[in-house]
């Protein structure tokens, strides 16, 4: 059973655009949501992290949204550039575990010229 | 920053026989590292949790004695895939955390097993 539930599969997006991608989580012991950016046959890179106690957090192009009481959060990449190209998954994971993350399914960004 | 690696990044294998995954903190001590897998187009999965000097803890599901998980220093976990068979082909993905107070966590690269 996914403990984080991922959507969309996939995404299409041009170059400039703005891609959204969005998390839901049911479990309120997790209190540290990371994005993660996986190239093919690399291993995952950390892009962006929140806690609950902020409801956005901005580090360049990218933006992670929280809603807590809805327990679901989103990744945005402003101004979407063929690089972005990639699979990116949300995660979870809890204080007394820390590192050992739930990860979504994941989601394949393709920006177009 | 810091690196985790992974070694080999690839390997092939006949059914039957035995491969070792490393995975190495290069400039930080992890008193945990974490093993995941990974099919194509799919998510990770976590398979144990490898604490330096113990045992290591399994998700549920995943076969102790098929996947050996052996952490004996700071630096270095390994994984052990026993009689592979063609099943066990996938990507397996190490993380490890830092120690220190920042306690970031660290993926490797990767590793692609393939058994014929």
Redesign the interface.
């Known amino acids: 059973q996914q403990q984080v539930k991922q959507s969309p599969q996939s995404l299409i997006v041009q170059k400039g655009g703005i891609s959204i991608i969005n998390c839901a989580y049911e479990n309120t012991a997790f209190d540290y949501f990371p994005w993660y950016q996986q190239f093919p046959g690399k291993g995952p890179a950390l892009l962006i992290a929140i806690r609950p106690d902020v409801s956005e957090k901005k580090e360049g192009r990218f933006t992670i949204s929280f809603n807590k009481s809805a327990k679901q959060f989103s990744l945005h990449i402003m101004d979407s550039q063929p690089g972005d190209s990639a699979t990116y998954f949300c995660a979870a994971s809890m204080a007394d575990s820390w590192g050992k993350f739930q990860f979504g399914a994941g989601t394949q960004v393709v920006v177009t010229p | 920053g810091a690196v ?1 690696s ?1 070694h080999p990044s690839r390997v092939i294998c006949k059914s039957g026989t035995s491969v070792k995954i490393e995975c190495r903190s290069l400039d930080f001590q992890a008193t ?1 590292m ?1 093993w995941y897998r990974q099919f194509p ?6 398979m144990a ?1 490898s604490n330096e000097g113990s045992k290591a803890t399994y998700e549920q599901g995943v076969e102790k004695d098929k996947f050996l998980i052996n952490h004996a220093s700071l630096t270095l976990s390994t994984l052990t895939v026993t009689s592979a068979h063609p099943e066990d082909s996938s ?1 397996y ?1 190490c ?1 490890a ?1 830092d120690r220190s107070n920042t ?1 970031e ?1 660290f ?4 590793s ?1 097993l393939t058994v014929l």
């Not at chain 2, 187009?41 to 976590?46: E, F, G, H």
């Open positions: 985790v992974q945990t974490f187009k799919q998510s990770l999965m976590l949790t990507f993905i993380s955390r306690g966590l993926f490797g690269e990767g692609r």
